[in-house]
């Protein structure tokens, strides 16, 4: 009982904090949302033209910011809590928690906010067409390069507004922190060179994850041929992928030394 009310502390107080990170994230998206559909308006007079709506955007930029905030909390948070007496094991229980959490609650808020800004244009009746997700497609004739920064950038998506689109949204914002998380461990355990390690084997992850959506990526990686499979094998191979990160996680942060 006292193990689980601890877990439970745990993950509400990760919650709350990155909830905190989460809000100052959305309110100053939402404030650079409306200067981008406002300020040329006013000040050029711009007549129609078109605007990604909310929900692509934080679509786009929540999975960036998924994956800082698991970096940061990763080297600041374990920390601070096995200091003040948290085991290991209980604090990646305890952030796994809180991250899905976080992940269920960020796709919900910006679709909330999607649908009174959609409602609030409709009703001033301003010269705004909002658009959906663009539809972003890796090519094979693409650079390793520019697959590799696509698969970063462009994650997978589905473009019409739908219980799938927000279980999609939700899947990938969890990938992401879990990504960061890793990495950030990675550093922490074994400094700046040998971390690098761990950004080279996040980049073969999120190429893998492209791959596992349909896209183009080098042969040398371990991925069948995926570009007919339906949405349902997509999200069990992301989930998969977030299962091995948190292992490889796990079994970094398990012994970890904590740096005074």
């Known amino acids: 009982m006292k193990k689980k009310s601890i877990l439970t502390k745990l993950a509400i107080d990760l919650f709350t904090l990155q909830g905190k990170w989460t809000v100052w994230f959305l309110k100053i998206m939402f404030v650079v949302y409306?200067?981008?559909?406002?300020?040329?308006?006013?000040?050029?007079?711009e007549s129609v033209r078109a605007v990604d709506d909310f929900y692509a955007r934080s679509y786009i930029f929540g999975n960036i910011y998924m994956l800082v905030i698991g970096i940061i909390t990763s080297i600041s948070c374990l920390p601070y809590y096995v200091?003040?007496?948290?085991?290991?094991?209980?604090y990646f229980f305890g952030a796994t928690i809180s991250t899905l959490g976080l992940a269920i609650v960020i796709p919900i808020v910006a679709l909330i906010i999607r649908f009174l800004s959609k409602g609030m244009v409709d009703w001033i009746n301003?010269?705004?067409?909002?658009?959906?997700?663009?539809?972003?497609?890796?090519?094979?004739?693409d650079s390793f390069i520019a697959q590799m920064i696509l698969a970063v950038i462009d994650a997978?998506?589905?473009?019409?507004?739908?219980?799938l689109s927000l279980l999609v949204f939700m899947v990938n914002l969890f990938f992401y922190y879990v990504i960061g998380w890793m990495i950030g461990s990675g550093f922490y355990r074994l400094g700046g060179i040998k971390g690098m390690l761990f950004v080279v084997l996040a980049l073969a992850i999120f190429l893998i994850n492209s791959g596992i959506w349909g896209n183009p990526v080098p042969g040398w990686l371990p991925i069948p041929d995926l570009t007919l499979s339906t949405y349902a094998v997509s999200i069990i191979g992301t989930v998969l992928l977030n299962f091995i990160v948190l292992g490889v996680i796990r079994l970094v942060t398990k012994n970890m030394r904590i740096k005074l």
Do not use: C, F, W
């Open 34 to 45: 409306i200067a981008h559909i406002l300020y040329p308006l006013i000040h050029n007079g």
């Open 156 to 163: 997978p998506s589905v473009a019409e507004i739908s219980g």
């Open 83 to 90: 200091q003040n007496g948290i085991t290991r094991r209980d």
């Open 126 to 141: 301003l010269p705004i067409e909002l658009k959906g997700l663009p539809d972003i497609r890796i090519a094979e004739e």
